[in-house]
């Protein structure tokens, strides 16, 4: 009997603590914590608009190429670096590829408008 009544009572405190956790309630509220809980996930080196892929190959080690894309996947640049001189996983040299990668696209664009306008 003890051991219900003390379930009877601790049930609705523990349920009341569990609703209060921060979770959001409603939908509004939970696709802004979403936006938020992703937000701190992605680093800032991540660019939005396009990647980046680094080649190098066994015979020249100290050699890498920088391709550039964009979203849909085309080529919009390139960029040969000394891998003795950068450190890949270095995050002001990713900071740099993103900055590069932004400078490709635009370019990129202003050379397809060109191209539309020009025809």
Known sequence: ??????????????????????????????????????????????PAEGYWVIKSTLDQPEKSIIFFYNND???????????????????????QLKSSLALSINTHKQEQLAKKTGD
């Open 1 to 46: 009997m003890k051991k219900l009544l003390l379930l009877a009572v601790l049930l609705p405190a523990f349920s009341v603590v569990s609703a209060s956790s921060g979770d959001p309630s409603n939908n509004k509220e939970k696709k802004q914590f979403k936006k938020q809980k992703l937000a701190r996930a992605i680093p800032a080196y991540v």
């Open 73 to 95: 996947n085309q080529l919009v640049g390139e960029e040969n670096i000394s891998s003795k001189d950068a450190r890949l996983n270095n995050r002001k040299l990713k900071m």
